[in-house]
DNA sequence: AGGTACCGTGGGAGCGCTCCCATCGGTGAT
DNA sequence: ATCACCGATGGGAGCGCTCCCACGGTACCT
C-alpha cells in the first residue's frame, strides 16, 4: 500500500483533493472552480484560488481526460509527406492562423503527417484510440479514406477544401470559383481577348471550381468558350511548361494565361519568355495563391490571394462549435456549416 | 448508476475487461499481452490476440497515463517563431530525422513553438502539468531558462547544441570545430594565405567552436592569427554584407572568406561583386549549412554540411535511453551524454 | 515422499479527476 | 410559523488501466 501510494506521488504534484484540505473545502467545490463553474460563491472561490497559487496546483491531464471522455487536443492533420508541407507557403500560413485561434482556448494542437501508408495506418491507430477531441483536415483528394474514417469513428473534422459540391463534413474553403472569374474579368477589362486556362489537377474540386469561374467570365461577358485554350496541369512547374507549350501550338495567337498556381505559373513564363513573347504586352499572365514566387516573379506576378491564415482561424471555430455541439443531442442538421471566404486579386505587371 | 456507464461508453469501446472476458482469462493477463510481458504462455497469448482482434479492441491511452504515469509523448520545443521555423531548412531536416525514428516506436511527437511571451508561459504550463515524458530542445540561447525549468521539473530533455562547453543536459550537436577547421584547411591548401572569417552570433556556443576551429587551423599549419580578419556577423544576410564590407576595408588584400553560414555568404558575395572581386579566382568563399541556397549561389557554394537529420535521430535515441532509465534509481552520472557527429566539407566551385 | 522454486495467472487497490446526487441552510410565499 | 424551493456544497462512484500480491500447479531437488 505504501509503496503503491509512493509510485505515483513522484515529483509530488499536488492533487486536487490536496487542494481542498488546504482551502477547507470539498473536492468537488475545487473542481468547480478550476473549470470556471459560476455555482461557486465568490468567498469560496478566491480561498480555493488561494490554495491553487499556493500549492502551485496543476490539474492532472490524463485523469480529466479519464473521467471526463474528453483529451482537449485537436489534430491537424496533413496527408503529404514533411517535405511538401514545407515547401508550400499553404501549409505555414493556414498553421499560423490555426495556431492564433487555437492558442485562446486550453487546447492542444498536435501536426500529424500521414504522407506514407505506414503513417496512414498509425494515424487511423491513432484515431481509434480517440486520441483528440476532433480533426482538422488540410488538403484532402476526392478519394482519401480519411474523412470516412472519422465519420465512422464519431471524431468531429473539419475539411479545408470540400471534395465535391455535395460535401457531407463542415468545411472551409475560399471562393475558388470567384477567384477565377475575378481573374479572367480583369483581363477582359483589360482588353484581352484570347484567354487560355491552366488548370490544376481536375480531382481537386477547388480546381473544378476555377474553371468555372473563367467559364462564366468569359460566357457572362457575352464570349464563347474556345475548348482548345483549356488545358489541365498539375499544379507544378513542370506542368506549368508541358501546358503552356500544348496551348501555343493550338493557339498561338493567345493574349492572356490564367494559370491555376503561382507555380504553374512561373513554368508557363519560362516558355512565353523562351518563345520571345513578352509580359504582359503580348501576353497577360495571372496565377492563383499570391505566393512569394508571385512577388519575385519577373515580372511580378498579378495573382488571386486566397485568405489562407484566414481559413485556418475560421477551421478552429468551427471544429471547436462542432465539438461543443457533440453534448446534447440537439439535431442540427440544417445548420451552415460550409464556410466560403473572399478572395482578392492581386494587381502587379504581369497583367 | 446506469446513466453514469452509458456516459462513458459512448462510442462503444471494448475495454481490458472485456477483451479479458472474450479470451477468458484475466484482466491482468490481457494487461500483460498487450504491454509485450513475456511471462503469458502462447497459448494464452494467441487467445487473447484474438479475442483483441475479434473486438477491435485499442488501448484508452488515458486510463493508461493515469494508471502508469506516463504519457507516451515527446515534445520538440522550438523555442522561436512559426515563421522561422519554416524560414529555415535546419528545422524541417531535423524533424525529419525526429520522425524518422520516432515512428519505430509508440511514441507521439508533438511540435510546440515558443516563440512569444505568450507562448512561453503556455508552455511552461504544459511541462508543469507533465504532459509530456521528455522534451528536444532546439536552438536555444545561452540565457534560455527553459532547460532549468526542464530539470527543475525532472523531466528528461535533449539539447540540440549544447549552450556552453559545460552543458549538463544530454546533447547533441554537429563537430562546429572540426567543421571550421576542415574549411580553413582546405583554403590553405588552395593555396590561400589571407583568409578572414565572417562568424555566427557569438552567443551561440557552436559559433565559437567554429571560430577556434579557425584559429586553430591557421595555428597549426604555421601561420599567424589576424584579428583584423575575424568579424562578427549574426546568422543574416545584411549581417554578412556588413562584415565583408569592413572586412575589405581593413584588409583588402583578402584572398579568402570562410562565413559562419550560407546566408551570411550570400551577403558577402554580393559585397564582393559589388567591389568587382570574382570567385574564386579573387577570393576564395565558403558557406556553412550547405543549405538549399549554396547549390544555388553563383557561383555554386562550397560549404561545410552538418548531418542534421542523422542528429535528429539521435537526439531521439538519447531521450527515449534518458526517459527509460528514470525508472531504476541507478546512478548513471558519469555515462557519457553528449554525442558530437562529424561534419563534412562539399566542394564546389567557389573555393 | 516432502520440500522448494518458479511460472503463469487472477484480481484487488489505486491513479486523480468529473459527474451527479444528497444535504444543508436560507429565502420568499402562504 | 410552515413549506416549497433554490443556490452552494460535500463526497460517493466510477472512468479503464497498471502494478503487485497471492495462488495453484508443475518441475526439480533432497
Redesign the interface.
Known amino acids: 500500500m505504501a509503496s503503491h501510494g509512493a509510485?505515483?506521488r513522484?515529483?509530488g504534484?499536488p492533487t486536487l483533493e490536496e487542494v481542498a484540505a488546504r482551502a477547507g473545502v470539498g473536492r468537488g467545490t475545487v473542481s468547480r472552480v478550476i473549470n470556471g463553474s459560476p455555482r461557486v460563491s465568490d468567498a469560496t472561490r478566491a480561498a480555493v484560488e488561494a490554495a491553487v497559487a499556493e500549492l502551485?496546483y496543476?490539474?492532472?491531464?490524463?485523469?480529466r481526460?479519464?473521467a471526463a471522455?474528453r483529451?482537449d487536443a485537436i489534430a491537424l492533420v496533413v496527408p503529404e509527406p514533411?517535405?511538401r508541407f514545407?515547401a508550400e507557403?499553404y501549409f505555414?500560413d493556414m498553421?499560423?492562423g490555426v495556431?492564433a485561434e487555437i492558442?485562446d482556448t486550453e487546447m492542444?494542437l498536435?501536426?500529424i503527417?500521414a504522407g506514407s501508408d505506414?503513417?496512414r495506418r498509425?494515424l487511423a491507430?491513432?484515431l481509434?484510440?480517440?486520441?483528440v477531441d476532433g480533426v482538422l483536415l488540410v488538403s484532402v483528394h476526392a478519394d482519401d479514406p480519411l474523412p470516412d474514417l472519422l465519420s465512422q469513428?464519431?471524431i468531429p473534422a473539419v475539411i479545408s477544401g470540400p471534395r465535391s459540391a455535395g460535401e457531407t463534413l463542415p468545411s472551409v474553403d475560399s471562393d475558388n470559383y470567384g477567384g477565377g472569374r475575378s481573374a479572367v474579368e480583369h483581363l477582359l477589362a483589360g482588353g484581352r481577348r484570347a484567354i487560355a486556362h491552366i488548370t490544376g489537377r481536375l480531382d481537386v474540386y477547388g480546381a473544378q471550381r476555377r474553371v468555372d469561374g473563367y467559364r462564366d467570365a468569359l460566357l457572362d461577358a457575352g464570349h464563347e468558350v474556345d475548348e482548345r485554350l483549356i488545358e489541365p496541369g498539375d499544379f507544378t512547374e513542370e506542368g506549368g511548361r508541358r501546358a503552356m507549350t500544348k496551348l501555343l501550338a493550338r493557339r498561338p495567337d493567345l493574349d492572356a494565361v490564367f494559370a491555376g498556381s503561382d507555380v504553374m505559373a512561373a513554368g508557363a513564363r519560362q516558355v512565353l519568355r523562351e518563345e520571345g513573347r513578352s509580359i504582359p504586352s503580348d501576353v497577360a499572365l495571372i496565377g492563383y495563391d499570391d505566393s512569394a514566387i508571385a512577388r519575385h516573379m519577373d515580372p511580378p506576378l498579378t495573382s488571386v490571394r486566397q485568405p489562407i491564415e484566414e481559413m485556418g482561424r475560421r477551421m478552429i471555430d468551427l471544429l471547436l462549435s462542432e465539438i461543443a455541439d457533440r453534448r446534447p443531442a440537439v439535431s442540427r442538421g440544417l445548420e451552415r456549416r460550409q464556410v466560403v471566404l473572399a478572395t482578392e486579386l492581386v494587381h502587379r505587371t504581369s497583367s
Chains 1, 2 share one sequence.
Open positions: 509510485r505515483s513522484s515529483g504534484r502551485g496543476v490539474p492532472n491531464t490524463a485523469a481526460a479519464l471522455n483529451t514533411e517535405t514545407f507557403p505555414s498553421l499560423k495556431g492558442s492542444q498536435l501536426l503527417f505506414r503513417e498509425r491507430q491513432y481509434a484510440a480517440h486520441r469513428l464519431e
